[in-house]
């Protein structure tokens, strides 16, 4: 940055002089992972920590559902 300079005529007007770089940084961003992508990563993570899989879980639903309806 520049040191101010007045006016010596005006006393109320002063001026700064800003020195500005002509090449500009850009960064960017990107994400690791897409979002049906996160969903498996989440999914398969609590799969392999409960020990329970989406299809064992289809499977017992439908195998309670098929009992309940021979006893009605």
């Known amino acids: 940055m520049g040191l101010p300079s007045y006016n010596v005529n005006d006393k109320n007007q002063s ?3 800003i020195y500005m770089r002509t090449g500009v940084r850009v960064k960017t961003s ?5 979002t049906p992508n996160m ?3 989440i999914g398969g993570t609590t799969g392999l920590l409960l020990g329970i899989s989406l299809i064992q879980t289809c499977i017992s639903l ?3 559902v098929l009992s309940k309806m ?3």
């Open 15 to 17: 001026y700064i002089k």
């Open 30 to 34: 990107t994400f690791d992972f897409t």
């Open 39 to 41: 969903i498996a990563e």
């Open 62 to 64: 439908k195998n309670f």
């Open 70 to 72: 021979k006893k009605i």
